[in-house]
T-cell receptor, first 111, second 113 residues
Framework: NAGVTQTPKFQVLKTGQSMTLQCAQD?????MYWYRQDPGMGLRLIYY???????DKGEVPNGYNVSRLNKREFSLRLESAAPSQTSVYFC??????????FGPGTRLTVT | TQLLEQSPQFLSIQEGENLTVYCNSS?????LQWYRQEPGEGPVLLVT?????EVKKLKRLTFQFGDARKDSSLHITAAQPGDTGLYLC?????????????FGKGTSLLVTP
């Protein structure tokens, strides 16, 4: 059972480039989330999707867009990457409850 | 906005020692969870506490939820090197059709042999 998978694991971008982070879960969960983790800042919510077909902004949504492609997949897009978006990105899923299951993360560096 | 304050931020102890990590807030949460994160990996859920005053035990780890559901503590008895990691508390807040988690900044624990 894979749980939550994320691709890629590592990525280096130049300022202004775009990319999409992929996330998939095989637990049939309704809700999915994107977080970023920065040193000394903890985990902060970027966007979430309470159910298929809905998305909402979290605490730090500026510079990001999301797509809930289907019940399994939730992608995060950076249209024009900035150095401030250098971070570790985590996807998580949950089944209507508060217990979330996290993927292994994507380490993104923007130069 | 970070609603949860964790202390201490860093903790370095020797194998066999006991320790307590605190998670405090002025907000009331539906529930509070503790996660453990190892370097290069995502957080892994350890426990969820829901009822004020609740105490849960997981082997050598004891979790307590405050009576007012604003704070929590994690106590580790006889720490082992395998306990090394980042411990995160997270409070659940109700949002559209579900819950959002508000995380503390974490306590980084190092247990040396």
């Amino acid at each position: 059972n894979a749980g939550v998978t994320q691709t890629p694991k590592f990525q280096v971008l130049k300022t202004g480039q775009s990319m999409t982070l992929q996330c998939a879960q095989d637990m049939n969960h309704n809700s999915m989330y994107w977080y970023r983790q920065d040193p000394g800042m903890g985990l902060r919510l970027i966007y979430y999707s309470a159910s298929e077909g809905t998305t909402d902004k979290g605490e730090v949504p500026n510079g990001y867009n999301v797509s809930r492609l289907n019940k399994r997949e939730f992608s995060l897009r950076l249209e024009s990457a900035a150095p401030s978006q250098t971070s570790v990105y985590f996807c998580a899923s949950s089944e209507l409850s508060y217990e979330q299951y996290f993927g292994p993360g994507t380490r993104l560096t923007v130069t | 906005t970070q609603l949860l304050e964790q202390s201490p931020q860093f903790l370095s102890i020797q194998e066999g020692e006991n320790l307590t990590v605190y998670c405090n807030s002025s907000s009331v949460f539906s529930s509070l969870q503790w996660y453990r994160q190892e370097p290069g990996e995502g957080p892994v859920l350890l426990v969820t506490v829901v009822t004020g005053g609740e105490v849960k035990k997981l082997k050598r780890l004891t979790f307590q939820f405050g009576d007012a559901r604003k704070d929590s503590s994690l106590h580790i008895t006889a720490a082992q090197p395998g306990d090394t990691g980042l411990y995160l508390c997270a409070g659940a807040l109700s949002i559209n059709s579900g819950y959002a988690l508000n995380f503390g900044k974490g306590t980084s624990l190092l247990v040396t042999p």
